[in-house]
């Protein structure tokens, strides 16, 4: 069982950039990726996802923000989040589904802890 670890969280001003990254503990090659987030008293949202293949969607509210990558040869997934906004508080977690296709990405059975994003304005 593919098990990951989220880091890259902190504190920083709107306007501001972070870069997430969950290791995943084994080849996740076949693997959708994701990035999910909840903010306090919210429900958990998808941020952004990439599939085996290497493509990706976002949700509507990050998109030209945030993107999302993953290196196959070291198994790390990547969120790079930019022109950070206070709306953008929440906890980051990353997740993964074995699939080869999209269609088989949700649900997501494999989460890792999240680690804390909080922009001030």
């Known amino acids: 069982q593919v098990q990951l670890v989220a880091s890259g969280g902190g504190s920083v001003q709107a306007g501001g950039s972070l870069k997430l990254t969950c290791v995943a503990s084994?080849?996740?090659?076949?693997?959708?990726m994701a990035w999910f987030r909840q903010a306090p008293e919210k429900k958990r949202e998808g941020v952004a996802v990439?599939?085996?293949?290497?493509?990706?969607l976002y949700a509507d509210s990050v998109k030209g923000r945030f993107t999302i990558s993953k290196d196959n040869a070291t198994n790390i997934l990547y969120l790079q989040l930019n022109s950070l906004k206070p709306e953008d508080t929440a906890m980051y977690y990353c997740a993964a589904e074995r699939s080869l296709t999209y269609a088989g990405c949700s649900p997501m059975s494999i989460w890792g802890k999240g680690t804390p994003v909080t922009i001030s304005s």
């Open positions: 990439i599939d085996s293949a290497g493509n990706t």
């Open positions: 084994a080849d996740t090659g076949a693997y959708c």
